[in-house]
């Protein structure tokens, strides 16, 4: 038998991608390729993208150029992207990086194996269709090899907001939903190969309609499998925060109390200008409702600032419902302008307002997550344990809260939920001691 090929993928943008990629080495497995972590040496190479901002954007162009003395080594190396650079710049791509020999985007990538053919006689291929066929039909089974506690899941994609500054609606196309059954069937799998909590993944996660009764619906199914102990899912939109989902972080004991829900700004003219769709008060309304339900829930957000039109006040406004939420965990992002979005069309604010906007945001988010994060000293958390720590018999996994949380520790706490109590609180993890 000849030797595997190795297939090397970086992953770059979000969770979707991390297990989109995953799904592309299991596809390719079947055609003889082995996943390794080094590009060197590498029989494939493929770069999964993303576009949501400028930045990440124009990265794979740099890192394409740094592949040439790969290629240049071995001319039988095969270059893909893959992603949603892929499927915003398609043949675009082609003509600025002639060492590429292969572009799919996100909802063709179950058709890798029969590019691969195309490719192995010297050809280009190009997909960057949304198909008829389902690529999840086509995929089928997860791998049933060994692997970590945690998983990532995706039951939805897609978006019809169209929030004004964002391409997921261009790039990852109309919201489509899995089938309940089939997401519960391949959370089974995932358990039998070892996990134990799963992050149910959806551009807009919680308008899943895979299940007669929504997201929650979902979730409720996914409490009755055996050996699942936690249930997270991400992103969701605050319009979707149906009485049902807010129901369940209250009662379903698998459900972790963590939400992310973005907000984006906290300025009604601005939300009305990025076509959100809320308010900044529903918004406050839609939090008040989750903490009824669940007290100690930890929230988390995303943030723009400098959106075209976003006066000092308008930022201030961002400010104020922030100190009115209280994150735990925050994600923040200077406005970048994305081809073909409405947003595009207007005037820009000068970087130096954006920046220093930022460094404001960022301060008081980070202050709020110390404060969050100080609060858990002297409280007993549950830790779902993933991997060694840096010292010796230490230990890594996550709280119920998604807070790293490490503690002295047997190795055979790897892939158990254990009771901590909480120590230390350092800047970006906690320490315990196991009880
Ligand atoms: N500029 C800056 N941030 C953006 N996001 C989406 N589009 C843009 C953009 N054009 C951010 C939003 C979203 C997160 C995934 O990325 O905050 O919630
Ligand atoms: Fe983009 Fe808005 Fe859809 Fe989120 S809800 S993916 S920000 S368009």
């Known amino acids: 038998m000849s030797d595997p090929k190795k297939l090397f993928i ?20 079947g055609k003889g390729y082995v996943q390794t972590d080094t590009a060197d040496g590498a029989d494939m190479i493929l770069l999964n993208t993303c576009h949501i901002r400028e ?5 794979v162009y740099s890192d394409l150029g740094r592949l040439k003395p790969l290629k240049d080594l071995n001319p039988n190396l095969k270059i893909g992207v893959t992603g949603c650079v ?19 985007g996100p909802q063709s990538y179950h058709r890798l194996p029969a590019m691969d053919d195309a490719i192995q006689t010297g050809a280009k291929a190009l997909d960057t269709d949304f198909p008829e066929d389902d690529k999840f039909d086509t995929l089928k089974s997860r791998s049933k090899a060994k692997r970590g506690p945690t998983a990532f899941l995706t039951v939805q994609e897609g978006c ?16 489509v939903s899995r089938p309940a059954d089939r997401v519960v069937r391949e959370a089974q799998e995932l358990v039998e190969s070892g996990v134990r909590e799963i992050t149910l993944l959806g551009q807009n996660v919680n308008a899943y309609h895979g299940h007669e009764d929504g997201l929650a619906g979902l979730i409720w199914a996914l409490n009755e499998v055996d050996g699942l102990e936690r249930i997270r899912f991400t992103t969701s939109h605050p319009n979707d925060m149906d009485d049902a989902l807010i129901e369940a972080h209250g009662s379903c004991s698998k459900l972790m109390p963590y939400l992310h829900l973005p907000v984006q ?19 406050l309304k839609v939090i008040a409702r989750i903490r009824d339900a669940r007290p100690d829930i930890l929230l988390s957000g995303d943030f723009i600032v400098g959106f075209p039109g976003e006066t000092e006040a308008d930022f201030e406004a961002t400010l104020d419902l922030i100190r009115a939420v209280e994150y735990g965990q925050a994600y923040s992002f200077k406005y970048s302008t994305r081809p073909g979005t409405p947003a595009a069309e207007k005037p820009q604010l000068p970087d130096d307002v954006m920046d220093e906007r930022l460094q404001r945001l960022q301060a008081l988010l980070t202050e709020q997550q110390r404060d969050i994060q100080r609060s858990m000293v002297g409280r007993e958390v549950d830790v779902l344990f993933e991997k060694k720590g ?25 892939g158990q939920v254990r009771r ?7 800047t970006n993890s906690l320490g315990g001691e196991l009880l």
Do not use: W
Request: hydrophobic share 35%; proline share 3%.
């Open 55 to 59: 930045k990440a954007a124009e990265k």
């Open 390 to 414: 840096r010292t010796e018999g230490q230990m890594i996994g996550k709280s119920q809260y998604l807070h790293a949380t490490y503690a002295d520790a047997p190795m055979d706490v790897l």
């Open 420 to 426: 901590v109590r909480i120590t230390q609180s350092g």
């Open 10 to 29: 970086k992953t770059y943008g979000c969770q979707m991608n991390v297990y989109d990629s995953e799904r592309m080495a299991e596809a390719l497995g």
């Open 160 to 175: 019809d907001k169209f929030c004004a500054f964002c391409v997921v609606p261009y790039t990852r196309g109309a919201e």
């Open 86 to 104: 892929a499927q915003a710049e398609g043949q675009e791509i082609m003509r600025r990086s002639p060492l590429v020999d292969l572009v799919v």
């Open 265 to 283: 700004s906290g300025s009604d003219k601005i939300l009305k200008a990025m076509n959100r769709k809320h308010t900044a008060e529903s918004y």
